[in-house]
Nanobody, 122 residues
Protein backbone atom coordinates (compact mmCIF):
# COMPACT_ATOMS: atom_id res chain seq x y z
CA UNK A 1 0.00 0.00 0.00
CA UNK A 2 1.37 3.40 0.99
CA UNK A 3 4.04 4.07 3.57
CA UNK A 4 5.12 7.47 4.88
CA UNK A 5 8.37 8.06 6.72
CA UNK A 6 9.12 11.34 8.48
CA UNK A 7 12.56 12.62 9.34
CA UNK A 8 14.23 15.77 10.59
CA UNK A 9 12.82 16.12 14.07
CA UNK A 10 14.92 16.86 17.10
CA UNK A 11 15.73 19.28 19.87
CA UNK A 12 16.11 22.93 18.99
CA UNK A 13 16.35 26.15 20.96
CA UNK A 14 13.65 28.81 20.78
CA UNK A 15 14.14 30.92 17.69
CA UNK A 16 15.82 28.08 15.87
CA UNK A 17 14.83 26.22 12.75
CA UNK A 18 14.15 22.68 11.66
CA UNK A 19 13.25 21.07 8.38
CA UNK A 20 11.01 18.05 8.39
CA UNK A 21 10.76 15.73 5.45
CA UNK A 22 8.33 12.98 4.57
CA UNK A 23 8.85 10.39 1.88
CA UNK A 24 6.05 8.29 0.45
CA UNK A 25 6.53 4.87 -1.05
CA UNK A 26 4.52 1.84 -2.05
CA UNK A 27 2.07 0.89 -4.76
CA UNK A 28 1.01 4.49 -5.27
CA UNK A 29 -1.11 5.54 -8.19
CA UNK A 30 -1.27 9.18 -7.26
CA UNK A 31 -0.86 11.40 -4.22
CA UNK A 32 -3.37 14.19 -3.85
CA UNK A 33 -3.32 16.48 -0.81
CA UNK A 34 -0.48 16.17 1.67
CA UNK A 35 -0.13 17.74 5.05
CA UNK A 36 1.66 18.03 8.34
CA UNK A 37 -0.14 17.59 11.64
CA UNK A 38 1.13 17.76 15.18
CA UNK A 39 0.06 16.49 18.54
CA UNK A 40 1.31 17.74 21.87
CA UNK A 41 0.91 15.70 25.08
CA UNK A 42 -2.66 15.87 26.32
CA UNK A 43 -3.89 17.68 23.24
CA UNK A 44 -5.69 16.70 20.08
CA UNK A 45 -3.89 16.33 16.80
CA UNK A 46 -4.09 19.53 14.81
CA UNK A 47 -3.39 20.59 11.26
CA UNK A 48 -0.16 22.51 10.81
CA UNK A 49 -0.09 22.96 7.06
CA UNK A 50 -1.39 21.28 3.95
CA UNK A 51 -0.61 21.41 0.26
CA UNK A 52 -2.46 20.23 -2.81
CA UNK A 53 -0.89 18.42 -5.71
CA UNK A 54 -0.99 21.71 -7.62
CA UNK A 55 0.86 23.51 -4.84
CA UNK A 56 -1.92 25.43 -3.11
CA UNK A 57 -1.12 25.74 0.59
CA UNK A 58 -2.97 26.29 3.81
CA UNK A 59 -1.55 26.66 7.28
CA UNK A 60 -2.67 27.12 10.83
CA UNK A 61 -2.79 30.67 12.13
CA UNK A 62 -0.34 29.74 14.86
CA UNK A 63 2.40 28.91 12.34
CA UNK A 64 1.56 31.27 9.51
CA UNK A 65 4.61 33.22 8.47
CA UNK A 66 6.94 30.91 10.36
CA UNK A 67 6.43 27.55 8.68
CA UNK A 68 6.46 26.74 4.99
CA UNK A 69 5.22 23.57 3.39
CA UNK A 70 6.41 22.33 0.02
CA UNK A 71 6.32 19.15 -2.01
CA UNK A 72 8.08 17.39 -4.83
CA UNK A 73 5.62 15.28 -6.78
CA UNK A 74 8.34 13.49 -8.71
CA UNK A 75 10.13 12.42 -5.55
CA UNK A 76 6.88 11.91 -3.66
CA UNK A 77 8.06 13.98 -0.75
CA UNK A 78 6.65 16.78 1.33
CA UNK A 79 8.69 19.07 3.55
CA UNK A 80 7.98 21.48 6.36
CA UNK A 81 10.44 24.28 6.98
CA UNK A 82 10.00 25.57 10.50
CA UNK A 83 11.51 28.88 11.53
CA UNK A 84 11.34 31.05 14.62
CA UNK A 85 10.38 28.06 16.68
CA UNK A 86 8.74 28.57 20.05
CA UNK A 87 8.18 26.12 22.91
CA UNK A 88 4.51 25.83 21.92
CA UNK A 89 5.65 24.14 18.72
CA UNK A 90 6.82 21.15 20.74
CA UNK A 91 4.89 18.11 19.55
CA UNK A 92 5.06 14.95 17.54
CA UNK A 93 4.72 15.92 13.91
CA UNK A 94 2.93 13.58 11.54
CA UNK A 95 2.89 13.46 7.78
CA UNK A 96 -0.37 12.69 5.99
CA UNK A 97 -1.05 11.84 2.39
CA UNK A 98 -4.32 11.48 0.52
CA UNK A 99 -3.54 8.82 -2.03
CA UNK A 100 -4.83 5.95 -4.08
CA UNK A 101 -3.00 2.82 -5.16
CA UNK A 102 -2.31 1.16 -8.46
CA UNK A 103 -4.60 -1.66 -7.41
CA UNK A 104 -7.60 0.59 -6.90
CA UNK A 105 -7.19 3.89 -8.75
CA UNK A 106 -9.74 6.41 -7.56
CA UNK A 107 -10.20 4.76 -4.17
CA UNK A 108 -8.49 7.41 -2.10
CA UNK A 109 -7.47 7.02 1.50
CA UNK A 110 -5.51 8.94 4.09
CA UNK A 111 -2.15 7.52 5.07
CA UNK A 112 -0.11 8.55 8.09
CA UNK A 113 3.50 8.39 9.05
CA UNK A 114 4.74 7.28 12.44
CA UNK A 115 5.65 10.79 13.51
CA UNK A 116 8.81 12.63 14.43
CA UNK A 117 9.41 14.44 17.70
CA UNK A 118 10.09 18.16 17.68
CA UNK A 119 11.14 19.70 20.98
CA UNK A 120 11.73 23.43 21.35
CA UNK A 121 13.48 24.18 24.60
CA UNK A 122 16.45 26.02 26.02
Amino acid sequence: QVQLVESGGGLVQPGGSLRLSCAASGTIFRIYDMGWYRQAPGKERELVASITRDGATNSAVSVKGRFRISRDNARRTVALEMNSLIPEDTAVYYCKADADTIWRPGDRSDYWGQGTQVTVSS
